[in-house]
């Protein structure tokens, strides 16, 4: 008998298993993949306030040891002007953030996780979770030899991404769905360095590009969900053209470098569903998930890993009934993530902003402070409803007019 299951081990799983463990509790974490590997889909970026969260666990020097190259300065192109400059540091002054291949990262999570005393099964494919008196009690699944076993635990967790078993089998109540609103697709390129985050924000479409590890450089495309019929017959010929026609220099940039794999990406829709319920929680893709057009589903799987971690011990301690505690880690995370799942929404449409937002832009060329507290946003180093506020934002437009006037 576990004090948790958790089924999932990448940026969600490892973490909660990391953290839980340490606390004293008995953990068994599975994955029916194996370590290192790749995600399929997932780009890399790792705001400022994910770096801080490996800090604290002990685990950013681990991540830095992979050849991830720091990123400490955004550079986000709208055409008319680029806005340049580096949020404010996150907790513990933590300036840095990284984008490393996911066969570089997860192993460091898992790593830890296992260091710490988790139980690791790779290779294992949960297959149902299991009930008594309305209650889950643990998973029955195959284990990578093929047989099936039952494991049984006080908790279990779902951290099983977007396609989550846990959250099927529970019918966790999903609320605030959006539908797929933008398609992104990445690939690598050597001999191509960045300086920064790297973002050319058009209408209808946005190119990304960054440097990560093995002296790569991911550079791709997001289009709007109306052209994504016609963008899929040919991803590569609308990646090319896409950055033929808005960055011409970083065409360039790549016609001497070296393409380098295949092209990947997809579109995937936003919902929040309740995390918990009895004997079972969710976190990570598989409790909430939005667009990724602000790259912030591991940054963000990092943060309810240990809002998870915490309620649980509370809980699991008698510091509070775990229900009450659960019901906490709910609160907190829709606190902290429901305006950026707004905002990244709105994003994610690709729409040209709207007027007053085009006014602020364009204030930001001259406001130093303003334009790192706006990178801020979306590390998550500002809070988003502080820096939207109406009066926060006339107030830098004003700014910006009056010193105009002088
Ligand atoms: C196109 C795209 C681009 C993205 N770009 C970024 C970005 O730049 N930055 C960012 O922060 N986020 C990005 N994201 C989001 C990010 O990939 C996710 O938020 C993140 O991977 C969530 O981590 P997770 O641990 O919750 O889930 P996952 O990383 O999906 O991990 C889930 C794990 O559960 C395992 N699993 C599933 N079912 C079972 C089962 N039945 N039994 C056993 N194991 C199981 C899987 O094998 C997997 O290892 C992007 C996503 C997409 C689609």
Avoid at 41 to 53: C, D, E
Avoid at 87 to 109: F, I, M, N, S
Avoid at 135 to 155: T, Y
């Amino acid at each position: 008998m576990y004090d948790a299951i958790i089924v999932g081990a990448r940026c969600a799983g490892s973490p909660t298993a990391l953290l839980l463990t340490r606390k004293g509790y008995k953990v068994l974490l599975l994955d029916r993949g194996t370590f290192p590997s790749d995600m399929p889909f997932s780009n890399h970026y790792v705001h400022q306030t994910g770096s801080a969260r490996l800090k604290r666990w002990g685990l950013l020097d681990p991540l830095a040891a992979t050849g991830c190259p720091p990123i400490t300065t955004n550079h986000w192109n709208y055409g008319a002007f680029t806005l340049t400059g580096s949020p404010p540091p996150a907790d513990g002054g933590v300036t840095e953030a990284y984008a490393p291949r996911r066969k570089a990262l997860d192993p460091v999570l898992v790593n830890a996780a296992v260091a710490a005393g988790a139980e690791l099964r790779e290779g294992f494919s949960a297959q149902e979770v299991l009930w008594e008196n309305d209650r889950v009690v643990g998973i029955r699944g195959r284990q990578k030899s093929g047989n099936i076993v039952s494991e049984k635990a006080r908790i279990t967790i779902g951290a099983d991404g977007m396609f989550s078993l846990v959250a099927r089998a529970v019918k966790a109540p999903e609320y605030n769905n959006k539908p797929p609103l933008e398609g992104s697709w990445y690939s690598y390129w050597s001999g191509v360095r960045m300086k920064g985050w790297h973002l050319w924000l058009r209408p209808q479409r946005v190119i990304f590009a960054y440097n990560t590890n093995d002296n790569l450089a991911l550079i791709g495309v997001a289009f709007a969900a109306k052209d994504l019929p016609e963008v899929r017959t040919d991803v590569e010929r609308h990646h090319q053209q896409t950055i033929r026609e808005i960055a011409p220099d970083l065409a360039e940039q790549m016609q001497s470098g070296r393409h380098e794999g295949k092209f990947v990406g997809g579109a995937i829709p936003g919902y929040v569903r309740k995390p918990y319920g009895p004997g079972w929680a969710l976190v990570g893709d598989a409790g909430y998930q939005k667009d990724p057009c602000t790259a912030s589903g591991i940054t963000d799987a990092f943060g309810s890993a240990e809002w998870l971690a915490e309620a649980i011990d509370a809980g699991f301690s008698g510091r509070q009934p775990l229900e009450a505690a659960l019901a906490d880690y709910e609160r907190k995370r829709n606190e902290s993530e429901l305006p950026y799942y707004e905002m990244t929404s709105q994003l994610a449409t690709l729409q040209p902003p709207p007027p007053e937002i085009q006014q602020l832009l364009a204030a930001l060329v001259d406001n130093p402070e303003e334009r790192s507290r706006f990178f801020g946003v979306v590390a998550h180093t500002v809070p988003v409803p502080e820096f939207f506020a109406p009066e926060n934002v006339q107030r830098i437009i004003s700014r910006q007019k009056g010193a105009g006037a002088v």
